[in-house]
Nanobody
Framework: QVQLVESGGGLVQPGGSLRLSCAAS????????MNWYRQAPGKERELVAAITSAGGSTNYADSVKGRFTISSDNAKNTVYLQMNSLKPEDTAVYYC????????????WGQGTQVTVSS
């Protein structure tokens, strides 16, 4: 059974930091690129960060470049999103997703974790 379980969300003040984790099981983690998406109320879901299956290449949305860092640990089947200098506009539900090689869209999704940036 495939599972992606996110954790680490919560309430943080502007300028603060959070680290999200996504633990994967039920598929061969090393064969999938891993993505973090987010969706704010009333807005479309957007791709925030991505890391290749080998972990050698990362990509970020312009809105988070320089503030967020995606990383993965193939030994733990876990992907992380370190979020620094958080802003109120980063408030959203954050989802991790697993995308097979050569496929444009993710095959598996987590349930999401809420991140709220507010004073």
């Amino acid at each position: 059974q495939v599972q992606l379980v996110e954790s680490g969300g919560g309430l943080v003040q502007p300028g603060g930091s959070l680290r999200l984790s996504c633990a994967a099981s039920g598929f061969t983690f090393s064969l999938y690129a891993m993505n973090w998406y987010r969706q704010a109320p009333g807005k479309e879901r957007e791709l925030v960060a991505a890391i290749t299956s080998a972990g050698g290449s990362t990509n970020y949305a312009d809105s988070v470049k320089g503030r967020f860092t995606i990383s993965s640990d193939n030994a733990k089947n876990t992907v992380y999103l370190q979020m620094n200098s958080l802003k109120p506009e980063d408030t959203a539900v954050y989802y991790c997703a697993a995308r097979p090689r050569g496929v444009l869209t993710p095959a598996y999704w987590g349930q999401g974790t809420q991140v709220t940036v507010s004073s």
